[in-house]
């Protein structure tokens, strides 16, 4: 990766290289020219600058140019925001991509120049107005009379950053729309105090409101976003906007409980706990005092201390943001899935009936927490209405920024894994909102998976295993032609799809004091973690060794016998363990590995995450109400591994760990049977898996049968 600084002469000379124009969202080229000069120290003269027609990050054959936001004073930093005169600036990285093909092969030429009216007060129905960006089309400093079909997104996350980051307004400006983005409550520039999701719905819809009436909209209106924009996408569709014409709704939740905050009964610890001080910061009792701002950097670098203490004790740390403690409160209030859950904003999953029937576009990933969300989404709109919704499922972690590489943690998925989500949006909103036929949008290819696997398994220069993969298309989720096969678990570590002759149990010891580390996964903070070999490695959170997770006692492993043939496994899985404990309560967690066989790469294999789980005990029958257990009984437990799609290739072994922990994605199980995150100690669990008789622990996996016509192709069509 290189960074574009030094004196002028080398400037130029890197520009030439790759062909480069850089478009720095300036309102003039001189502002441009001063934007980066702010970050080189010197006037790059070799620059082009194009006011107000840049749009995404230009990337031009064999080149990505990535925005990363840097301290003005420190060119060489990655992290941190970076200031001129107020405003956010980007330090300019390129990045070279070997053989990317276009996985969307759809572009449009810009049409005009845009013009951008910041904070437009918008007025919601209470009196409360919200700061609203307008990216107009426009041409010599004039805007063009329209009307136009609108794209809106709405952010908690201050509008003006989060469009340089991944959503590109601009972009579609510059081709004939005009893209409205805004501040949500109480965040940015916006009045009223935030709450957390409830209110989208409502304020949602007075946006849309607004925006229809407007003389520059010809009333076809859609929305775009990831996470929290997708949550506010779905909260104006579950309220029934009338004025909706299309959604894209990237990296989203179902049901906040199961999906983000919490999973299988467990509270996701460390997405809770960051995303709260995230949200602390973006209050403005914090970002306008300096002494509070300090406060909250203070917790954040120490978080992994707190992850290691009951939960109502952080609650000590937010009482000067009263809004945070308020939602962080209720989430321990309301360990079930109940009402409060239920509202919409933090759920959607009943509310499928009340959408408008418009088109939808669902992206996500194999390594976002939001993944199992995401494909419910798609199968309850494909339920409940007759417009077709569209999946794209790729390697990746949480946002369209991940996408946009062609690796995840150590893993090199190969060029075709690369997606920039601006094609993709374009295609979707020009057919959706312009009626154009882009030929893309085949009821019977879609959905799109990329599946991984099918590579060499060397590593190269950077670190990362050749793991490669392909993409797949079909009408449905799961992909017709797929069998649910069952692999049992035998005491002795085997995984076979022989049910006979599987019988006894094993037992170990699990002690919330001392609990198994998460490597890799959906892992929500810090990002992008990815898959990794399930070994100590530094850059793991914890981790004090490079010793396999499998060597620790209380993980047991099952693997099947180095495979004979290819197994292509796309869809969700599931496990079915019989389990007894001699606690009131405890945990059990699910992961499925794909285990490369010993290498000069890898002397001790490659063991690469695909997806993980847990599975609270206390929750094993439902997620709305509690069961009581009896220790010693033996009951069943099923845990949803959510979804993945991987070959695993001859040589290799289909591998499935159990345990009961995962720290600090989920809150270690005290296993006193005491409130959630409210205990006063812990002790250790003896935990035993059973396999005799009726109790055949086992593992569902989701086996393709047939070649789809599609397999070989480098690029998918939508």
């Not at 089309?137 to 509008?159: A, H, M, N, Q």
């Not at 199961?258 to 610890?269: P, T």
């Not at 909103?429 to 998976?449: H, K």
Request: glycine fraction near 8%; hydrophobic fraction near 35%; include cysteine.
């Amino acid at each position: 990766m290189l960074r574009l600084a030094g004196e002028p002469s080398e400037f130029d000379r890197l520009l030439a290289e790759v062909g480069l124009t850089v478009c720095c969202r300036s309102s003039s080229p001189v502002g441009a020219r001063e934007n980066i000069a702010a970050l080189t120290g010197t006037p790059p003269a070799g620059a082009v600058c194009r006011p107000n027609v840049c749009s995404s990050p230009p990337r031009s054959l064999g080149v990505e140019v990535a925005l990363v936001f840097g301290p003005v004073n420190d060119a060489r930093s990655a992290s941190g925001n970076g200031r001129v005169n107020g405003c956010f600036v980007p330090s300019i990285l390129v990045e070279p991509k070997r053989n990317r093909p276009a996985v969307v092969d759809y572009h449009r030429p810009v049409e005009n120049e845009v013009a951008i009216l910041r904070n437009v007060m918008v007025p919601m129905r209470d009196g409360v107005h919200l700061a609203t960006d307008l990216y107009h089309p426009s041409r010599d400093g004039e805007l063009l009379p329209g009307p136009f079909p609108v794209i809106v997104d709405r952010t908690p996350y201050e509008k003006i950053p989060r469009a340089a980051r991944a959503n590109d307004p601009e972009y579609f400006a510059e081709r004939g729309y005009v893209f409205v983005f805004q501040d949500t409550r109480g965040h940015g520039h916006s009045e009223g105090e935030y709450k957390l999701y409830v209110r989208e719905g409502d304020d949602g819809c007075d946006a849309i409101e607004w925006v229809a009436r407007q003389p520059w909209c010809n009333s076809k209106i859609g929305m775009s976003g990831y996470s929290h924009d997708a949550a506010t996408q779905n909260a104006v569709a579950a309220a029934g906007s009338p004025h909706l014409t299309s959604i894209f709704p990237a990296f989203c939740s179902s049901s906040y409980h199961n999906d983000v905050a919490g999973h299988g009964g467990a509270q996701r610890l460390s997405h809770n706990f960051v995303y709260t001080v995230l949200h602390a910061l973006l209050d403005h009792v914090v970002s306008d005092s300096p002494d509070l701002q300090a406060s909250m950097s203070e917790i954040e670098e120490h978080m992994f201390e707190w992850f290691k203490v009951p939960q109502e004790k952080h609650l000590r740390l937010f009482r000067d943001v009263p809004r945070a403690a308020t939602w962080y409160r209720e989430w321990l209030d309301h360990p079930d899935l109940d009402d409060y859950w239920k509202q919409n904003g933090y759920f959607y999953e009943r509310f499928y009936d009340d959408y408008p029937d418009v088109p939808a576009f669902f992206m996500g990933g194999f390594y976002d927490f939001c993944l199992l969300g995401t494909t419910t989404n798609y199968n309850g709109l494909a339920a409940a209405l007759s417009s077709k919704p569209h999946l794209m499922l790729g390697p990746w972690c949480h946002g369209p920024m991940n996408a946009r590489r062609r690796s995840a943690g150590t893993v090199d998925f190969g060029a075709s894994s690369y997606v920039d989500w601006n094609p993709v949006r374009l295609a979707f909103f020009d057919e959706s909102l312009r009626g154009v036929d882009t030929g893309l949008f085949g009821r019977d290819r879609s959905v799109n998976v990329f599946v991984m696997g099918g590579g060499s398994g060397t590593k190269d220069s950077d670190g990362l295993i050749d793991h490669g993969g392909y993409w797949i298309s079909g009408p449905s989720w799961p992909l017709p032609g797929t069998t649910f096969t069952e692999y049992h678990l035998r005491p002795a570590g085997a995984l076979t799809t022989e049910p006979e002759g599987t019988t006894g149990s094993v037992s170990f010891a699990y002690d919330p004091d001392d609990p198994v580390l998460q490597i890799g996964g959906d892992y929500t903070y810090p990002f992008g973690l990815g898959p990794l070999d399930q070994i100590g490695q530094p850059r793991v959170l914890g981790s004090t060794d490079t010793m396999p997770l499998s060597a620790r006692p209380d993980v047991l492993v099952f693997e099947t016998e180095p495979l004979i043939e290819d197994v292509e496994v796309v869809g969700p899985i599931r496990v079915e363990l019989y389990v007894s404990s001699d606690a009131p309560d405890t945990d059990f967690t699910a992961k499925l590995i794909d285990q490369y066989p010993p290498s000069v790469y890898y002397p001790g294999g490659y063991a690469m995450l695909l997806t993980d789980s847990i599975r609270r005990l206390r929750y094993r029958d439902s997620l709305e109400w509690t069961t009581p257990y009896t220790p010693g009984d033996v009951v069943a437990v099923e845990i949803d591994v959510r979804v993945t799609a991987n070959v695993f290739k001859v040589g290799h072994r289909i591998r499935l760990d159990v345990s009961s922990s995962c720290f600090p994605s989920f809150d270690p199980n005290p296993n006193t049977g005491e409130p959630i995150g409210r205990h006063t100690h812990t002790r250790v669990a003896n935990n035993t898996v059973h396999f005799s008789g009726s109790h055949r622990s086992r593992l569902i996996l989701p086996i393709r049968n047939q070649e789809p016509p599609n397999k070989a192709r480098g690029a998918t069509d939508l």
